[in-house]
């Protein structure tokens, strides 16, 4: 799989038993807005959610560490992700918080991540 996939490549692979779709979408804790609320008002056909919040070791002083492996991977399972898996992150944040989720899945040894040209919001203007 290539490092970014169009809309249009995910909207073909939709349904595809291997394929999970992941909306990676963070904010900032001012920023007003509610990335598990906007998650719930609409994503992408069978898309879970990565609280990238909450995926981070509780045990550090400093914001926004890496988790503990086992923390990750008890996450990812609940998920749904795991060997196997062909995974395509998007978001909605002004970060571009899906390369955060990319670079966690890589660092953790998924093989085949992508990111979703233009996110959600491409995804949206398609009509799709």
Not at 62 to 81: C, D, I, Y
Request: no cysteine.
């Amino acid at each position: 799989m290539e490092l970014v996939v169009s809309t249009e490549w995910l909207a073909n692979e939709i349904g595809a038993s291997d394929l999970r779709v992941v909306d990676a979408t963070w904010f900032m804790p001012d920023a007003g807005r509610n990335a598990q609320a906007e998650y719930e008002g609409g994503h992408i056909p069978g898309a879970v959610f990565m609280d990238l919040q909450e995926l981070a070791d509780a045990n550090s002083s400093l914001p926004n560490t890496l988790p503990p492996p086992e923390k990750f991977a008890s996450r990812m399972q609940s998920l749904g992700l795991g060997d196997g898996s062909r995974i395509v992150v998007y978001d909605d944040s002004p970060f571009k918080s899906a390369t955060r989720a990319y670079w966690m899945l890589t660092l953790f040894g998924a093989h085949d991540v992508a990111i979703l040209d233009g996110g959600i919001a491409k995804w949206k203007a398609e009509g799709r």
